[in-house]
């Protein structure tokens, strides 16, 4: 069993800034990839931004300059730090990783619960 925790969200004005957290446990062999995504009330999920086992990142465009991903990977975690927010980031953000379990098998895709990230004018 895998489970991934966030934390960090909340309510702030635009212009604040909010740092989320995400913590993958369980069976845990390996991890590739951990990242955001966001989901706004009738819209579709989209990424946010990625980190790569490699250490490579990659953001959506709207959040380029703003938002920075990090990554811990002895504590499995991954970090986003929101400055500059604006009331259109306002959405649920969930955590993702692509990892392997213990014991081998296949790669999946595993997500947290979601935070609420909520951004007033």
């Known amino acids: 069993q895998v489970h991934l925790v966030e934390s960090g969200g909340g309510l702030v004005q635009a212009g604040g800034s909010l740092r989320l957290s995400c913590a993958a446990s369980g069976s845990i062999f390996s991890i590739n990839a951990m990242g955001w995504h966001r989901q706004a009330p009738g819209k579709q999920r989209e990424l946010v931004a990625i980190?790569?086992?490699?250490?490579?990142?990659n953001y959506r465009d709207s959040v380029k300059g703003r938002f920075t991903i990090s990554r811990d990977n002895a504590k499995n975690s991954v970090y986003l730090q929101m400055n500059s927010l604006k009331p259109e980031d306002t959405a649920i953000y969930y955590c993702?990783?692509?990892?392997?379990?213990?014991?081998?098998?296949?790669?999946?895709?595993?997500w947290g619960q979601g935070t609420q990230v909520t951004v007033s004018s």
């Open positions: 980190h790569i086992s490699s250490g490579s990142t």
């Open positions: 993702n990783a692509v990892l392997q379990q213990i014991g081998g098998g296949d790669w999946g895709s595993y």
